[in-house]
Each structure stands twice: as structure tokens, then as C-alpha cells.
């Protein structure tokens, strides 16, 4: 059974960059068929999509925050990583990974989320 | 951009059934999936391309689409179906999509 797991600083100062890794156990993201997705919930809010990437490199942003962010994948480790510049208190939000099956199929594998506080 | 709307919150005594709407502001609204939140976890898909269930779920969640709405029904409601439940859809110029979230409660 697939499962997915966030890692990274749950602290990050104004201006910087925030960084999340999201490991896959259970299943190689190398063997196609879904695109791996990050999702942001700020608190108390609903969920925003923040982007995706399929194990060839391509890449799927929300236009809100295309300038920003940046989703990369590393096979061999079996983990995808989120990347996002320039945060602001606005940027504070429970950050999700999840499994993407794609226009029709829905995210239907979740990490439990990383916490992220942007503050100086 | 693609904008969806759902009611804020619903409420269903025990037993009883949950209609959740969820509406586009595009005409016929794309490909739905639905997910579960309870508190303090994360989502967890209950509905996926309008009508079809993960396996695992309860045949009591089951989804609708006419137009440009989409329906979650809960048949049946208990007490642990208690979360707010999330529609979202894929749009051309926005991507993926959630709707605002309608927190069910269990009277």
C-alpha cells in the first residue's frame, strides 16, 4: 500500500524559501500512471492546489503561485519536493503531498501534512 | 478562473441522508471527485469522477452530476461521517480546482 510522508522545517523566516520533501513508500513514482500533487491548507481554510510533476520532470502549477513555486522529483530516492520562494505570513499553512491519478481519477493517496509557520 | 460553490455547512440527525451540492460557474462542470476531512486529518477521496468509490469506502457515499452541479449523497448518516467534504474538478485555465468545503454535522 502506497503511502506518503512530508518532511522539512515547520519554521521558515519571511522572504526565504520553504522546502518540503515528500517521501513514497510502497510504490515506485517511476512506474507512471500518476502525477504526484502538493497541496496547501492554510489554517482554519480550505484546501488550494499548489502544483504537480510526473516522474518524467513535467511540471503543473497553480497560476497564483506559478512565479513561486517549483516541484522537482527525484527517482532514484523515490521522493518529490516542493520548493516555494519569497514566503510571507500568508504562506503559513498546513502543506500536503498527495498521490494524483490524474484528471479523472482524484488525489486518492495522502501524506498527514507538514505544519509550516513563515515568521521572523 | 473556474470558481465552485458548496453550501457552508449541513446538518442531518443520525440515519438520515446528506445531500452536498457543489456548483460550477462554467457549463457543464467537469469531472468530480469528492473528499472526506475530518478533524486533525488529512482528506481522504470518497467520490472520484462524479459517481465511481475508492475501494474501502462505504456504498453509502455516492455521487451525482446534472449540468454544471454535482451532488455527494451520504445515505444513511453516522455519527462518524461528522467532516467537512471538499468537491474539486479539473478546469483548462485553472487546473485543479476545490470548491470552499461543506462541514457536516451529525445532530
Known amino acids: 500500500q502506497v503511502q506518503l510522508q512530508e518532511s522539512g522545517p515547520g519554521l521558515v523566516k519571511p522572504s526565504q524559501t520553504l522546502s518540503l520533501t515528500c517521501t513514497v513508500s510502497?510504490?515506485?513514482?517511476?512506474?507512471?500512471?500518476?502525477?504526484w500533487s502538493w497541496i496547501r491548507q492554510h489554517p482554519g481554510k480550505g484546501l488550494e492546489w499548489i502544483g504537480y510533476?510526473?516522474?518524467?520532470?513535467?511540471?503543473y502549477y497553480n497560476p497564483s503561485l506559478k512565479s513561486r513555486a517549483s516541484i522537482s522529483v527525484d527517482t532514484s530516492n523515490n521522493q518529490f519536493s516542493l520548493r516555494l520562494t519569497s514566503v510571507t505570513a500568508a504562506d503559513t499553512a498546513l502543506y500536503y503531498c498527495?498521490?494524483?491519478?490524474?484528471?479523472?481519477?482524484?488525489?486518492?493517496?495522502w501524506g498527514q501534512g507538514a505544519t509550516v509557520t513563515v515568521s521572523s | 478562473s473556474y470558481v465552485l460553490t458548496q453550501p457552508p455547512s449541513v446538518s442531518v440527525a443520525p440515519g438520515k441522508t446528506a445531500t452536498i451540492t457543489c456548483g460550477g460557474n462554467?457549463?457543464?462542470?467537469?469531472?468530480v471527485h469528492w473528499y472526506q476531512q475530518k478533524t486533525g486529518q488529512a482528506p481522504v477521496l470518497v467520490v472520484y469522477?462524479?459517481?465511481d468509490r475508492p475501494s474501502g469506502i462505504p456504498e453509502r457515499f455516492s455521487g451525482s452530476k446534472s449540468g454544471n452541479t454535482a451532488t455527494l449523497t451520504i445515505s444513511g448518516v453516522e455519527a462518524g461521517d461528522e467532516a467537512d467534504y471538499y468537491c474539486?474538478?479539473?478546469?483548462?485555465?485553472?487546473?485543479?480546482?476545490f470548491g470552499p468545503g461543506t462541514k457536516v454535522a451529525v445532530l
Open positions: 498527495a498521490r494524483d491519478k490524474g484528471v479523472w481519477g482524484g488525489l486518492d493517496v
Open positions: 510533476i510526473y516522474y518524467t520532470g513535467d511540471t
Open positions: 510502497g510504490g515506485s513514482i517511476s512506474r507512471g500512471g500518476y502525477h
Open positions: 469522477d462524479d459517481a
Open positions: 462554467k457549463n457543464a462542470i467537469k469531472s
Open positions: 474539486q474538478v479539473w478546469d483548462s485555465t485553472s487546473d485543479y480546482v
